[in-house]
Structure formats: structure tokens, C-alpha cells
């Protein structure tokens, strides 16, 4: 008995950065064509079997920059006691390697105060000081409508089938902690992001046992801020991800001879859990 294997065709194909895809043709057959004329199903099947052991050995694994996929075959049309098979070959993530998709296009949000004010008032009239205060209309800041930055990540990530991390029987522990970690933030530094500024909307992806398992990492990024100004308050520290409001008071104006709503306290609330993104398992 033995397997020989030839490769006799290179279908078309196509490649890029993100996608591609290509086939490569073979012929497996046994020289002791006993095997073949066997009316034994499960002879037959093996038969079958060594010959795509042999093509599998003898297909490249790669193949210009593309990786295999899957392997088909039919009998030859011919009845040639041969077989073909049809290597198929198509782009995919490198295992352990992380790639981003990004979309900045930010959000709006409702602010009450302001980086800076100019006042402008009448010829001998005198404008309130508002310390900032946005649209104040009945002695309450009314505040207006602002985009701000908002940067949405999502990293994709292919455990390979080592992966210490997402295997058989971790795999449905890990999908327990992915929910868990949804809607927290990185209590450290993690991938540059420093500790509150990235938020962990979720993950998705398909775990098959013995592949390489590809998932999607989704994260909303914002950065920290320090030493922030609202109205005399001064030095006010905010991780990424905390709020921020603002308590007025109502103050008369003794130049402007007005009464006046102006900060009197500011508030930093954390309203996300903090968990540790090492846990995922991606870098």
C-alpha cells in the first residue's frame, strides 16, 4: 500500500489586507488499487482517509500569505480509481495576534459650564459673573449640548488551540467572566490605557473544541483628566470613565447688583466596578 499524491492545479484567487481567498488542486490515489475495488465501506472509508492524511501533509499550510481552511474532495468523474481534492485556502487573523477596528466619531453631552466666558453687556450696565454657568434661565443653569470625544475599540483575537486561556475546559468559565467584566473598567494600566480609561462593553465570537477560537473584544476609551476647572473650583481629579456634576448656589453679584447661580461643589462619581483586564487573556 501507498498513497501518492500529485498537485495538478491553482485555481484562481484573490488577497488583501482583510480578506482573500485561493485553491489548490490534488490527486490522491493508492497504487495497490485492491483497496479501491473493496465493496467494504469501512475500507473504502479508509482509503479515503489515508489519502486525505497524504494531501494534508503535502498541501502547504500557507499559501501566498493565505491560510488553509478546509479540504474537499470528490471521486474523479473518470473513473480513474483516483481522487480529487480541493485545498481551499482564505485570510485569517494570526493566532496570538491582536488587531483593532476603531471609530471616533464621538457623542454629544449636556455641560453646565464652560472652559472660558466672555461677557458683553450695555454701554455703563455690568454682566454677571456666572463663574462659567451655561444659559442660566431662573436662577438654574440650563446648560447646553456638546460633541466630545468618543473612541470605540474593538480587538480581534485568535486564542490558538494551545491557548491556556480558552481551551475545552475553560471555556465555559471564561464565558462567564466575559460577562462579568462587561461594564467595568481596567483597574491598571493595560495596552497603554491607563488605569479607568478604558470601559469593557462585551465580547462575541464562536468557540469550536480543537480551532483556533477568533473573538471580538469590544471597549469604549476615555482618557483621565486632572487638574480641572469649574467656576473657583479648582484641581479636580477625574478618571476616564467617572462623572461629573455640579452643585450651584445662588450668590449675589455685588458689582452687577444681580443674584447669581455659581459652583459651589463638584462631584466625581464612579459609577463602573473596576476588574482586571489581564484576565481576558489578549495582552
Known amino acids: 500500500m501507498a498513497i ?38 469501512s475500507d473504502f472509508g479508509s482509503l479515503v482517509n ?47 495576534i491582536r488587531r483593532w477596528s476603531f471609530d ?24 454677571p459673573n456666572f463663574q462659567n454657568a451655561i444659559e442660566v434661565r431662573d436662577g438654574k443653569p440650563e446648560g447646553i449640548d456638546i460633541t466630545i470625544p468618543g473612541l470605540k475599540l474593538t480587538c ?38 491607563e488605569r479607568g480609561e478604558l470601559l469593557f462593553l462585551g465580547a462575541s465570537g464562536e468557540y469550536v473544541p480543537n480551532k483556533p ?20 473650583i479648582t484641581n479636580i481629579v477625574k478618571r476616564g470613565h467617572e462623572y461629573v456634576w455640579v452643585l450651584f448656589e445662588p450668590k449675589e453679584d455685588t458689582t452687577a447688583h444681580k443674584m447669581v447661580q455659581t459652583p459651589l461643589a463638584a462631584y466625581v462619581e464612579r459609577v463602573y466596578r473596576e476588574s482586571t483586564f489581564t484576565d481576558l487573556g489578549i495582552g
Open 213 to 232: 477560537a477568533e473573538f471580538q473584544y469590544h471597549f469604549a476609551a476615555s482618557a483621565n483628566a486632572s487638574n480641572l476647572t469649574i467656576g473657583t
Open 156 to 193: 480581534t483575537y485568535r486564542h490558538p488551540v494551545s491557548s491556556p486561556t480558552v481551551n475545552a475546559s475553560t471555556i465555559d468559565n471564561y464565558i462567564k467572566m466575559l460577562s462579568n467584566l462587561t461594564g467595568t473598567t481596567n483597574n491598571a494600566t493595560w495596552l497603554t490605557y
Open 104 to 127: 471616533t466619531a464621538g457623542g454629544t453631552f449636556r455641560i453646565t459650564t464652560s472652559l472660558f466666558t466672555t461677557a458683553y453687556t450695555k454701554p455703563g450696565g455690568f454682566a
Open 4 to 41: 501518492k499524491v500529485r498537485w495538478v492545479a491553482a485555481h484562481d484567487g484573490e488577497a488583501d489586507k482583510s480578506s482573500g481567498r485561493a485553491r489548490l488542486e490534488f490527486i490522491a490515489f493508492d497504487t495497490d488499487e485492491t483497496r479501491y475495488n473493496s465493496n467494504s465501506i
Open 50 to 96: 489515508d489519502c486525505y492524511l497524504a494531501v494534508l501533509s503535502a498541501s502547504p499550510l500557507t499559501f501566498q500569505g493565505l491560510t488553509r481552511k478546509s479540504i474537499s474532495w470528490r471521486e474523479d468523474d473518470n473513473r480513474t480509481k483516483r481522487f480529487i481534492f480541493e485545498v481551499n485556502y482564505s485570510w485569517a487573523l494570526e493566532e496570538s
